[in-house]
């Protein structure tokens, strides 16, 4: 499967942006994930969705701010209530085994490009 994230820009505190990670195939078997790197800064966790059942995880992180929409091939992040330090680049990456709840980024994930998302006045 080969993902695409789209949808980066900028936006004032407070807010709201919607991510798009499109994908090449189903993403039934794939729990799909966003992840985010700040400049300088090391990468984070966002949110995951389950392929299998659509379980999310992760949400603790964001504080409820954010959440992960899934139709067919595409998987969303909906930010809301956005603060400058969730500026960074965003990426949505595929894990093969589905394991969200696990919380560990295997060597066998698939990564789409980043996007920006820039929080600023």
């Known amino acids: 499967v080969q993902l695409q994230a789209s949808g980066g820009g900028l936006v004032q505190p407070g807010g709201s942006l919607t991510l798009s990670c499109i994908s090449s195939?189903?993403?039934?078997?794939?729990?799909i994930a966003w992840l985010r790197q700040a400049p300088g800064k090391e990468r984070e966790k966002v949110l995951c969705?389950?392929?299998?059942?659509?379980s999310t995880y992760w949400e603790d992180s964001m504080e409820g701010r954010f959440t992960i929409p899934r139709e067919k091939n595409t998987v969303y992040l909906q930010m809301n209530n956005l603060k400058p330090e969730d500026t960074a680049v965003y990426y949505c990456?595929?894990?093969?085994?589905?394991?969200?709840?696990?919380?560990?980024?295997?060597?066998?994930?698939?990564w789409g490009k980043g996007t920006l998302v820039t929080v600023s006045s």
């Open positions: 990456a595929a894990d093969p085994f589905d394991r969200c709840d696990l919380g560990i980024i295997g060597p066998n994930w698939r």
């Open positions: 195939g189903r993403l039934d078997h794939y729990g």
């Open positions: 969705i389950s392929g299998m059942d659509g």
